[in-house]
């Protein structure tokens, strides 16, 4: 074979590469990166009603209340669970529990998130953007599958691999699943400084546990603004709590600060969210893991560049919703959107107010026994399966393994649920009943607890979850 006849063999395959290659570009659709960047922060049992931006006297919250300022803040926003991982799990799937799969603390089964379930952050790193987060403590890190689609995953605590949690001696640190707000910050943004430049639209999720833990304490100087009302238990423990609060809010106004000075605020998206509340003694439960509002109705703040701030929505939103409000805003291709529960809320913002009612489902699933021994000496009992199903006015609480003790609220009139209607709305409260009755939602996972389970259990005895 000649040079020329060589020469014009290359060329032909050159040319059908290179058709091949173009006809390639041509079919496959490009997928669009996300146009802004994202900061979502998620503060753990953070109850609402203890933001100033929400009506609370005590100074707790300024930087939260000054992003509030500028944001739009939602007044009825519902969190598909009381109990953290689960309640991440639906922020990240856009899923509701029986729907995402992760749906107890511990058990045999249900107890981690399923990798088929495409994430926020899976979603963001796949269109071509940069993921990081910033734990805080163990019910939300790979344990649970809540580091799907991260590329970056910071959980510098001593306790975040289940390694080292009991002493010889069999003693349980209670400090060691978890890190205070200042040492989450901190992590957060050397890794914001040590990055020179920011090709790729970045997504940085940072958790705070700092309300969920009296022991964890904020420093003295903290802790001296919060005087209890008495000499009470509960009274000492409310003080702490909102010392925590305000010790975790000073610190979200540094990363704030940091995004600012790194000149990313003006183009990122910032959205501020609760997992779930607190107790603290209303309807005589004091820690978290049922379904009364003041455990499900979470603190939810979004500023959206491009979108006016300084906006209240008071119809009821939910927090699946989060993700394909994220998804829109960002600009990401809808044709690798997964299936999700939520609708985008970016048109609620705009008009201040939601089209129309829907229903919103919450569940609480595992059997625990919470409490924080050795400081509240309370513990909370919790031997039933709970579902919620709201419309803006009612608010079915259905308990499966003890149906008649099924409650029924008009959230109108009985903002604090103290009026159980069963007996005598039956047919309103069947509306919402045959709406759960059709979701197919009820969780057969079991229970108990297999010794295979035993460095989860302590890590979430350390944790004060269970007694």
């Known amino acids: 074979m000649n040079k020329k006849s060589i020469l014009q063999i ?9 058709i091949g290659m173009l006809y390639v570009k041509i079919k496959t659709p490009t997928v669009a990166s996300p146009q802004m960047n994202l900061l979502l922060i998620t503060l753990d ?27 739009i803040q939602f007044d009825l926003a519902i969190s598909q669970a009381a109990v953290t991982p689960v309640s991440h799990a639906s922020i990240f799937t856009g899923l509701n529990p029986y729907n995402h799969g992760l749906r107890v603390l511990h058990g ?7 990798a088929e379930h495409k ?35 910071d959980t510098n605590f001593p306790q975040a691999d289940g390694k080292g949690l009991i002493s010889i001696e069999g003693i349980v640190d209670t400090a060691m699943s978890q890190r205070s707000s200042d040492s989450t910050t901190k992590s957060a943004i050397e890794w914001l400084n040590k990055k020179a430049d920011f090709e790729m639209s970045l997504f940085m999720w940072v958790h705070y546990f700092d309300p969920h833990d009296p022991e964890l304490l904020p420093p003295k100087e903290v802790l001296d603004k919060f005087k209890p ?7 000492r423990l409310l003080a702490i ?27 990122t998206i910032v959205i501020v969210v609760a997992d779930h509340g607190e107790g603290l003694g209303d309807h005589n439960w004091w820690s978290h893991g049922i379904l009364y509002q003041e455990q499900i109705n979470v ?12 906006k209240r929505v008071s119809s009821m939103v939910s927090t699946v919703d989060l993700m394909p409000t994220i998804l829109e805003a960002a600009k990401i291709d809808p044709s690798i959107w997964p299936t999700m529960d939520g609708n985008s809320l970016l048109e609620v913002m705009k008009i201040g107010r939601t089209a129309k009612q829907s229903y919103v489902y919450s569940d609480s699933v595992n059997i625990l026994t919470y409490g924080r021994p050795g400081v509240s000496k309370k513990f909370d009992q919790k031997d039933d399966k709970l579902y919620s199903i709201m419309d803006g006015t009612y608010k079915l609480i259905y308990h499966q393994l003890r149906p008649n003790k099924t409650e029924f609220y008009n959230l109108k009139t009985d903002p604090n649920e103290i009026i159980n209607l069963a007996d005598s709305k039956p047919l309103e409260m069947q509306v919402l ?27 979430l005895k350390s944790l004060g979850y269970l007694q």
């Not at 939260?64 to 944001?71: E, I, T, Y």
């Not at 403590?137 to 970056?152: E, I, R």
């Not at 603190?299 to 300084?310: A, Q, R, S, T, V």
Request: proline share 4%; net charge neutral.
């Open 10 to 18: 290359l060329v032909a395959i050159f040319l059908i590469v290179f």
């Open 45 to 71: 049992t953070t109850r609402a009603d203890h933001l100033g931006c929400y009506g609370y006297t005590r100074p707790t919250s300024p930087n939260l209340d000054k992003l509030a300022a500028g944001s």
């Open 108 to 114: 045999l089964k249900a107890n981690r998130l399923v």
């Open 119 to 153: 994430t926020l952050a899976e979603i963001w790193r796949d269109s071509g953007g940069e993921t990081a987060a910033f734990v805080s403590a163990f019910p939300v890190t790979a344990s649970f599958g809540l580091d799907q689609g991260f590329k970056h995953f």
């Open 229 to 235: 009302a008495s000499q009470k238990e509960e009274d």
């Open 241 to 267: 709590y909102d010392a925590e609060i305000f010790y975790m809010d000073s610190h979200i106004g540094k990363l704030l600060d940091a995004f600012k000075k790194r000149g990313l605020r003006e183009n």
């Open 299 to 310: 603190p939810l703040i979004m500023h959206i560049p491009n979108i006016k701030g300084g």
């Open 433 to 459: 009943m045959r709406y759960l009755k059709n979701l197919d939602a009820f969780s057969n996972v079991m229970p108990d607890m297999s010794s295979s389970d035993l460095e989860r259990i302590e890590k």
